[in-house]
């Protein structure tokens, strides 16, 4: 616990509480430069046994983190650990990664690719549920931002409605959901979504929305996997099976360090009906 107090006061808004039962946290670590280049999430599980005779459970969630990179920085986490055996050690984990981060910053590396990836990958790619959609690889936010260009007034914002939380193996799950009938609004929900830290710090933040435009007598409507793999598209396939108009589902993943294969869009597509239902 006291570790923990002096973790959220050292870091501020970069620590957040993903579960606080569970003993989850995340937090972001940059290369301190005044407009950092690079940036990675270090997600953490602290178990019963933790810090005399368990390590934590952790996730370094990054787009640009891939293979021998990971590797390296996972064996320089591991040292430590080992180096301080029954130690608090998440000060010595984060200012280790923040180490890495500078060095790159510094080095002569490429801008880091941007595009985030879902961190399971299924073995078949076979899947009914997929409709014919380009997925937007960008920020989520960014996404609307050439739709809603030509509208600069300022609409309402949308009283948004939160379902509850769903964990499975440490994974949790938790949809969001505002009326929406314009894609201003769909822009500004994600907005003020993505202002609340926990949200933001979700490994993967899932979404779709349909509008029903009257005068046509169409729907406007897509989807985002924020890099869960076909997510978005299983969730605007549920809601149009729901027949739902003018809303928009978001449905928050945070990552809990254990594999659940196809379970993941079961609860996502649960959450994401059990907040239509209410």
């Not at 952790?58 to 990971?70: F, K, M, S, T």
């Not at 690889?137 to 050439?146: A, F």
């Not at 869960?228 to 108009?245: S, Y």
Request: net charge negative; charged share 30%; aromatic share 8%.
């Amino acid at each position: 616990i006291d570790e923990i107090e002096a973790l959220s006061s050292i870091y501020g808004e970069e620590w957040c509480v993903v579960d606080e039962d569970e003993k989850i946290y995340c937090i972001k670590i940059s290369d301190c430069l005044d407009q950092p280049k690079w940036t990675l999430c270090l997600q953490v599980i602290l178990p019963p046994g933790y810090p005399t005779s368990e390590p934590p459970i952790y996730q370094l969630n990054a787009p640009w983190l891939r293979g021998e990179e990971y590797t390296e920085l996972a064996n320089s986490l591991e040292e430590i650990y080992i180096q301080n055996l029954g130690e608090s050690i998440l000060y010595l984990w984060v200012e280790k990664i923040r180490e890495v981060l500078v060095e790159k910053a510094q080095s002569s590396d490429p801008e880091p690719d941007i595009k985030k990836t879902s961190e399971e990958v299924d073995e078949d790619n076979g899947d009914d549920f997929l409709l014919d959609y380009q997925p937007v690889q960008e920020d989520p936010v960014k996404l609307l931002n050439y739709i809603t260009s030509e509208s600069q007034e300022d609409e309402e914002l949308p009283s948004i409605h939160h379902g509850n939380p769903l964990t499975d193996r440490r994974s949790t799950f938790q949809a969001h959901l505002a009326p929406v009938v314009t894609t201003r609004q769909v822009k500004r929900v994600l907005e003020k979504l993505y202002e609340n830290k926990k949200i933001a710090s979700a490994t993967h933040n899932i979404y779709a929305y349909r509008i029903y435009c009257e005068d046509k007598q169409t729907f406007l409507q897509d989807c985002e996997d924020d890099g869960e793999t076909a997510a978005g598209g299983r969730l605007l396939h549920l809601m149009q099976i729901l027949d739902v108009h003018n809303v928009l589902v978001v449905v928050s993943r945070w990552y809990g360090g254990i594999l659940l294969g196809p379970d993941r869009f079961k609860h996502i597509n649960n959450c994401a009906r059990n907040v239509l239902v209410e």
